[in-house]
């Protein structure tokens, strides 16, 4: 039994707004400024980022167009390279690539559901014990889980109404935020504090700063996952890649003038509940309470997303043979890759129990970058290779604009290097690891050397 293609434009691009408005933007501003103490390089490093995911997302489109199959960069990579690159991107999206994100998502919407009730109830809130919130947070992509092992559709019908739910507030937060916000205050969009008053951010700070900007932005290639199920998939998967891409950038930009704006710099510097910050200055306690709530809404919805995509590559590597086959087995009822859910789940929730939110982010920001840029390159090596081979779609501007993001993101993985050595040497050990589970793997299961 193979995956049906159920879901139509508006869908896929609700999809890609899904899985990148989420844990990112509301958590990561006030750690940008902490280590930058640069209010405009914050809004520049947002600018650049989304000019970073748009540039990925024309680069995939080409791909998806031209291979509308599920998996993403593993069935690119292994159209391109063969099997052990398409491996290693399945291996990596396995043990951290989405598990840890909804681990990630999970934890601070808790954090967010606890700011509502200290705000509106006052004390320290109903979640305060570390150990409730993460069995909460457990309960959550348990629950997130479940509904997408019960069907598509129905998994597809309630993300579109979380979606749509998580649009309305973010242009409310946005509308509301810009025109009760005090413009006397437009200053803090270009001001610098604490200690960095002195000298601006060296080059690696910047570079890593952008590599956590980057995490925010890191669903801009959701579509290519679910690529399969598509509708009408050479005409739909370029408008969704590229339309959910400007879509989610020009509401990154705008949310954090928001942030900026609403409360001083330092007040907002080094944490992680921004958006709960920002709303309590703009609106006061009472009001607040309703978008601090709202702000968990829509990690709901990430959570939700990076449920339903995940298992997807999991499910082209069994049914390749790359892992256990059990995984690409279809529940003959709801037609979903239901052993698959399950397994992410299990990740999730082991990460949920082992890690902070943003030590997950720490944990994530180099393994996240691997695979994209080699599949960027793959794409270059493929236009000179087969120059003749059928593209629905051709990325504009090339070469430029798979340089620019291969250039961008390589750039970050050096900042990465430099600032958080011990966790991005940690994401190549696990790298590292996949390929004895490759070979070791391969002899045991008799994989060939192709899986086309």
Not at 380 to 395: A, D, F, K, N, S
Not at 426 to 448: E, H, T
Request: some cysteine; glycine content about 12%; charged content about 10%.
């Amino acid at each position: 039994m193979e995956l049906k293609r159920q879901l139509g434009l508006f869908t896929g691009i609700l999809i890609i707004v899904a899985d990148m408005i989420g844990t990112g933007v509301f958590m990561t501003t006030g750690n940008l400024l902490g280590m930058t103490g640069d209010a405009l390089l914050v809004l520049m490093l947002w600018g650049i980022g989304g000019i970073v995911a748009l540039t990925g997302s024309l680069c995939y489109a080409e791909l998806s167009a031209t291979w509308p199959d599920v998996g993403g960069e593993y069935v690119y990579l292994k159209r391109i390279f063969g099997l052990l690159p398409a491996f290693l991107t399945g291996w990596v999206s396995l043990v951290v690539g989405f598990s840890a994100p909804v681990a990630a998502s999970s934890l601070l919407l808790v954090q967010y559901v606890n700011s509502f009730f200290h705000i509106t109830a006052g004390g320290e809130g109903l979640l305060s014990a570390l150990w409730v919130q993460k069995g909460a947070a457990s309960a959550l992509v348990l629950f997130f889980g479940l509904l997408h092992i019960l069907g598509v559709r129905r998994g597809g019908y309630f993300q579109n109404f979380l979606t749509l739910l998580k649009i309305l507030l973010v242009v409310s937060l946005i509308g509301f935020g810009l025109t009760m916000a005090d413009w006397g205050h437009a200053g803090r969009l270009v001001q610098r504090y604490g200690g960095s008053v002195e000298a601006a951010p060296g080059l690696p700070v910047t570079g890593l700063a952008l590599l956590i900007v980057m995490f925010a932005y890191s669903g801009w290639n959701g579509a290519s996952y679910i690529a399969g199920e598509v509708k009408n998939p050479e005409r739909n998967l370029p408008r969704i890649l590229l339309y959910g891409t400007v879509l989610t950038t020009v509401f990154y930009l705008l949310l954090n003038m928001v942030f900026l704006m609403a409360a001083p710099g330092e007040a907002i510097a080094g944490k992680d509940e921004i958006g709960a910050i920002a709303a309590a200055a703009l609106f006061g306690p009472r009001v607040s309470g309703f978008f601090t709530l709202g702000i968990a809404v829509v990690l709901l919805s990430a959570v939700s997303v990076q449920m339903m995509v995940g298992p997807r590559v999991y499910y082209a590597m069994a049914r390749d043979g790359l892992i256990f086959r059990s995984l690409s087995k279809i529940h003959p009822r709801f037609e979903t890759p239901a052993l698959a859910i399950c397994i992410q789940m299990a990740f999730a929730v082991l990460y949920i129990f082992t890690g902070s939110a943003m030590t997950l982010v720490i944990y994530m920001g180099f393994a996240l970058n691997v695979f994209p840029v080699l599949t960027v390159v793959g794409l270059m090596i493929l236009r000179r290779r087969e120059p003749g081979l059928r593209r629905p779609y051709r990325v504009p501007l090339y070469p430029l604009v798979p340089l620019v993001y291969i250039g961008l993101s390589i750039a970050m993985m050096i900042a990465a290097l430099l600032n958080w050595t011990s966790s991005s040497l940690f994401a190549i050990g696990v790298l590292a690891l996949g390929v004895p589970v490759f070979y070791v793997w391969k002899k045991i299961a008799g994989v060939g050397r192709s899986a086309d």
